[in-house]
């Protein structure tokens, strides 16, 4: 538990130094505490990469639902196999799709840090994730929204944040909805 603090309070200071406008934010994460954000990817072997909301425990103290999208991964056929397992069974759509991914709770989910899924990568193809690979939690293409929904089930903003896969050295994680830093994202395709 004083492991999560510390990374939560440690993702706080991030996003007030970057000028996030939303204290919420949904990303991928390499551990379970959201402390790491990249991972090392090895073939014939399975790596998770973690799905985790974190709440800024002031407006947003739990989650009902979340809607989001994450780009960049681009596992073709004969890359990596995925398998994606959800902390619910209330999904909607593919989140490594085109168009977007919703997740539903029964229950209100308590922050600051609510496991949303795991992705299991197993990989194929030794080229694959590249090295410096950006995987960002983005808005849905669907409808435009990367957002939480909270116990009161308002729809409230949150900011997508960026993963490295097999980051060489130095590698930028971050806030993947800031226009520069998406435009960063942007400009790789």
Same mark, same amino acid.
């Given at each position: 538990?004083?492991? @999560?603090?510390?990374? #939560?309070?440690?993702? @706080?200071?991030?996003?007030?130094? +970057?000028?996030?406008?939303?204290? $919420? ?39 009902? *639902?979340? =809607? ?5 991964? $681009? ?22 799709? %085109?168009?977007?991914? @919703?997740?539903? /709770? ?5 922050? %600051? ?8 990568? /197993?990989?194929? $193809?030794? *080229? ?8 960002? #939690? ?18 409230? %903003?949150?900011?997508?944040?960026? /993963?490295? *896969?097999?980051?060489? *050295?130095?590698c930028d994680c971050g806030i993947?909805? =800031? =226009? +520069?830093t998406w435009g960063g994202v942007?400009?790789?395709?």
């Open positions: 538990m004083k492991k @999560s603090v510390i990374a #939560v309070f440690a993702l @706080s200071l991030m996003l007030l130094a +970057s000028g996030a406008s939303a204290a $919420n934010v949904i990303g991928l994460f390499g551990d379970v505490d959201a402390t790491q954000c990249s991972k090392t990817f090895g073939v014939y072997v399975y790596t998770d990469v973690y799905i985790i909301a974190i709440l800024d425990m002031i407006d947003t103290t739990g989650i009902t *639902a979340a =809607e989001f999208l994450v780009d960049g991964v $681009n596992a073709g056929a004969g890359d990596a196999i995925v398998a994606i397992t959800w902390a619910s069974p209330l999904t909607i759509g593919d989140v490594l799709g %085109p168009d977007g991914f @919703s997740i539903a /709770f029964p229950e209100c989910q308590p922050g %600051p840090m609510i496991h949303l899924g795991t992705m299991s990568f /197993f990989v194929l $193809n030794g *080229a694959y994730p590249a090295p410096d690979s950006r995987w960002c #939690v983005v808005p849905t293409n669907d409808s435009g929204n990367l957002a939480v929904v909270d116990c009161q089930y308002v729809t409230v %903003p949150a900011d997508g944040w960026c /993963f490295i *896969a097999n980051c060489t *050295a130095g993947a909805t =800031e =226009e +520069s942007k400009a790789l395709y």
